[in-house]
């Protein structure tokens, strides 16, 4: 497996999550929210907000295989996930830092922007002010309509001569059960921020949807974008939630594709179907630039932009683990049974005989 050199470690990997911090326990410092701000977005994106102009018709790429999932579950899962989020507008997300997506801290870096850019499906771009919540930083909003948003947020810094750029982003989704509110092509479409140096974005399956949810064995789609036109032999590398990675090389049309791998393996009895397991993804680009950034000098730039996701155990998994539950429950039965028949027949039924000795 190639490992990228820049991130081998990804010890300062930046990525935004939905992920809520641990509340802390009582006498803990940050009990009571001392410090806490937000900034909300109050109503509909501003019709006049700029709008990043969408590139042409990209090539086709290979569709993410879906499966089509309807729930309100609100049960916390092991990353402390709550899936039925999705079915709420109001979202907050949080700036983490590390590649160990369990233990990632929340930060607030240095040479971070105070706003991130929310761009919706139709290319409406608004800025909105982040906030902190103790040492953390944090955003809440409300989002206007149904549909998926990308919300990103930078950070530069200058090291050893090096322009570092971090390029964190999150697709958020407010999803919903009355079909008729959604426009399906218009939810496969991508989000491209026609700005950014470097971009991830996930390509949609055509038949996705608000309702579709990425499960383990599906193969996921990315493409590396910069400026929005493609990258080639960019390196893309894939981790998930257990600390497994795969690197793979961005092809000539910016395409990298991963298979979300099975890490999920409960007891039969505790399987739980909307368990949700985390990956992050993140690209890299070199580039000779030379400039000039609070007073420090730079001969070149090394991008980097993460994109986190989530997806849901195969239905074929809970459907064997149902299958299995099935044919024990039938060989226990079936076996009962058929020692009881057979003790039963063993049995020789009991008969009086009496002899009439003066015969």
């Known amino acids: 497996m190639l490992l990228p050199p820049a991130y081998a470690g990804a010890s300062d990997l930046l990525w935004l999550s939905e992920t809520a911090p641990p509340k802390p326990k009582a006498g803990v410092e940050g009990q009571g929210?001392?410090?806490?701000?937000?900034?909300?977005?109050?109503?509909?994106?501003?019709?006049?907000?700029?709008?990043?102009?969408?590139?042409?018709?990209?090539a086709s790429a290979p569709a993410a295989a879906t499966t089509k999932k309807h729930d309100h579950d609100n049960t916390i899962s092991l990353d402390g996930e709550a899936p039925g989020k999705d079915h709420r507008p109001?979202?907050?997300?949080?700036?983490?830092?590390?590649?160990?997506?369990?233990?990632?801290?929340?930060?607030?870096?240095?040479?971070?922007?105070?706003?991130?850019?929310?761009?919706?499906?139709?290319?409406?771009?608004?800025e909105l002010d982040t906030g902190t919540d103790?040492?953390?930083?944090?955003?809440?909003?409300?989002?206007?309509?149904?549909?998926?948003?990308?919300?990103?947020?930078?950070?530069?810094?200058?090291?050893?001569?090096?322009?570092?750029?971090?390029l964190p982003k999150i697709e958020l989704l407010w999803a919903s059960c009355?079909?008729?509110?959604?426009?399906?092509?218009?939810?496969?479409?991508?989000?491209?921020?026609?700005?950014s140096p470097l971009e991830l974005v996930r390509e949609h399956g055509p038949d996705e949807g608000c309702m579709s949810r990425l499960v383990s064995g599906d193969v996921v789609t990315f493409r590396?974008?910069?400026?929005?036109?493609?990258?080639?032999?960019?390196?893309?590398?894939?981790?998930?939630?257990e600390g497994?990675?795969?690197?793979?090389t961005s092809d000539v049309s910016g395409y990298a594709a991963f298979t979300l791998i099975r890490e999920y393996y409960p007891k039969w009895f505790e399987f739980k179907k909307f368990h949700t397991d985390t990956f992050l993804t993140f690209a890299e680009l070199d580039r000779d630039e030379a400039g000039e950034l609070d007073g420090q000098r730079y001969t070149s730039a090394h991008y980097v932009a993460t994109l986190p996701g989530k997806y849901r155990p195969s239905p074929y998994d809970y459907r064997s683990y149902a299958?299995?539950?099935?044919?024990?429950?039938?060989?226990?039965?079936?076996?009962?049974?058929?020692?009881?028949?057979?003790?039963?027949r063993r049995l020789k039924p009991y008969r009086e005989e009496r002899i009439d000795d003066e015969a």
């Open 178 to 195: 009355v079909a008729k509110e959604v426009d399906e092509e218009a939810v496969a479409k991508p989000i491209i921020n026609v700005k």
């Open 224 to 241: 590396v974008l910069s400026f929005g036109q493609p990258v080639a032999g960019a390196p893309v590398t894939l981790i998930t939630q």
């Open 323 to 344: 299958w299995g539950l099935g044919i024990a429950l039938f060989v226990i039965v079936f076996g009962g049974l058929s020692v009881y028949l057979y003790r039963r």
């Open 90 to 126: 109001g979202k907050q997300v949080w700036l983490r830092q590390g590649g160990n997506l369990k233990n990632a801290a929340y930060v607030v870096p240095a040479g971070s922007g105070e706003h991130m850019t929310m761009i919706d499906l139709e290319g409406n771009v608004v």
């Open 134 to 166: 103790g040492n953390k930083l944090t955003l809440q909003t409300e989002l206007p309509k149904v549909g998926f948003y990308a919300t990103y947020l930078e950070q530069r810094v200058v090291r050893e001569g090096t322009l570092q750029v971090q």
């Open 33 to 58: 929210h001392t410090g806490h701000e937000h900034h909300m977005m109050q109503a509909a994106m501003p019709a006049q907000s700029a709008v990043a102009a969408q590139p042409g018709a990209a």
């Open 244 to 248: 497994w990675r795969n690197t793979v």
